[in-house]
């Protein structure tokens, strides 16, 4: 376990023994998605529930459980609070550990029960309410995304290979292209996508799969416009790193960052992520769009 006087000494030393730990339970935690995923025999029942916030599975707990018990083991819960959608509702939303790790350990669970293959693993840890350290699964994909503050983001495949991340240099607003989804779309964000000047669309699931697809520069934009639901500080935490380390932006349309571990999970409002070059024009044209609406 990391002695957590030199983690508060040399920050940035000590996140990278708990990035390790990080990454490779988010690979254990692919490995368990991947076997419910294919039906194998002792995971073939994925025991749907539909619950208010969306469905959830054998899957999601068996990889929450998995998560949860790994960075517990290392880190305790002294120093170390855990945010985490399935266990959040049993416990207080906001945790006064200096250290809060936020886990979605089934990041479109939708995407995995229609196997579209686009679902993700969270993995964050929070400090004074903003991201530090960032891990993003995608099982399917074979690839775990990672970042920490100040220290770039990178790929790594399951042979090991790690490559360092950067996002698209596109810079003419027309030309770029928004990653949505398929579903959670109302009649208002719909107007905003029709009234923004980036036409082209590209259809992913999970958010982390989605900021996967802007960091690897085949899409550049990415908004969430909360309605009668918003996502949650599990959507965001561990994609906003990832894809602000490799040089792209997410932010509230004023510009201000999104904060987590506040007492509401929930992530009001609307939210734009971006490769970073058109960034205020953007923000500036959804805040007058979404005025008008």
């Given at each position: 376990?990391?002695?957590?006087?030199?983690?508060?000494?040399n920050?940035?030393?000590?996140?990278?023994?708990?990035?390790?730990?990080?990454?490779?339970?988010?690979?254990?935690?692919?490995?368990?998605l991947?076997?419910?995923?294919?039906?194998?025999?002792?995971?073939?029942?994925?025991?749907?529930?539909?619950?208010?916030?969306?469905?959830?599975?054998?899957?999601?707990?068996?990889?929450?459980?998995?998560?949860?018990?790994?960075?517990?083991?290392?880190?305790?819960?002294?120093e170390?609070g855990?945010?985490?959608?399935?266990?959040?509702?049993?416990q207080?939303?906001?945790?006064?550990?200096?250290?809060?790790?936020?886990?979605?350990?089934?990041d479109?669970?939708?995407?995995?029960?229609?196997?579209?293959?686009?679902?993700?693993?969270?993995?964050?840890?929070?400090?004074?309410?903003?991201?530090?350290?960032?891990?993003?699964a995608?099982?399917e994909?074979e690839?775990?995304?990672?970042?920490?503050?100040g220290?770039?983001?990178?790929?790594?495949?399951?042979?090991?290979?790690?490559?360092?991340?950067q996002?698209?240099?596109?810079?003419?607003?027309?030309e770029l292209?928004?990653?949505?989804?398929?579903?959670?779309?109302?009649?208002?964000?719909?107007k905003?996508?029709?009234?923004l000047?980036?036409k082209?669309?590209?259809?992913?699931?999970?958010?982390?799969?989605?900021?996967?697809?802007?960091?690897?520069?085949?899409a550049d934009?990415?908004?969430?416009?909360?309605?009668?639901?918003?996502?949650?500080?599990?959507?965001?935490?561990?994609?906003?790193?990832?894809?602000?380390?490799?040089?792209?932006?997410?932010?509230?349309?004023?510009?201000?960052?999104?904060?987590?571990?506040?007492?509401?999970?929930?992530?009001?409002?609307?939210?734009?992520?971006?490769?970073?070059?058109?960034h205020?024009?953007?923000?500036?044209?959804?805040?007058?769009?979404?005025a008008?609406?």
């Open positions: 376990m990391t002695e957590l006087k030199s983690l508060g000494q920050l940035y030393e000590g996140l990278e023994e708990i990035l390790a730990i990080a990454r490779q339970t988010a690979w254990g935690a692919a490995d368990i991947r076997s419910y995923y294919r039906g194998e025999p002792d995971t073939s029942n994925l025991e749907i529930q539909d619950k208010k916030d969306g469905p959830v599975t054998a899957a999601d707990v068996a990889a929450n459980h998995y998560i949860l018990d790994n960075l517990q083991a290392c880190f305790g819960t002294q170390f855990y945010l985490s959608e399935e266990t959040h509702k049993s207080d939303a906001q945790l006064t550990q200096p250290f809060v790790w936020i886990i979605d350990p089934l479109g669970t939708r995407d995995f029960i229609d196997k579209t293959g686009e679902y993700a693993i969270h993995i964050a840890l929070v400090e004074a309410g903003r991201p530090i350290l960032a891990v993003v995608w099982p994909a690839k775990l995304y990672y970042a920490t503050k220290g770039g983001t990178f790929v790594e495949t399951r042979d090991g290979k790690v490559t360092p991340l996002v698209s240099s596109r810079n003419a607003i027309e292209s928004l990653v949505v989804s398929r579903t959670h779309r109302d009649e208002r964000f719909n905003l996508l029709q009234n000047p980036c082209n669309q590209k259809y992913v699931g999970s958010v982390g799969c989605k900021i996967a697809t802007i960091i690897e520069q085949n934009i990415y908004i969430s416009l909360s309605g009668k639901s918003a996502p949650k500080d599990w959507d965001m935490a561990a994609p906003e790193l990832i894809l602000t380390e490799a040089g792209g932006q997410f932010t509230h349309p004023d510009g201000t960052p999104l904060k987590y571990n506040q007492g509401d999970v929930h992530q009001w409002g609307c939210l734009i992520a971006s490769n970073g070059h058109c205020q024009t953007l923000c500036t044209q959804a805040q007058a769009i979404l008008q609406i």
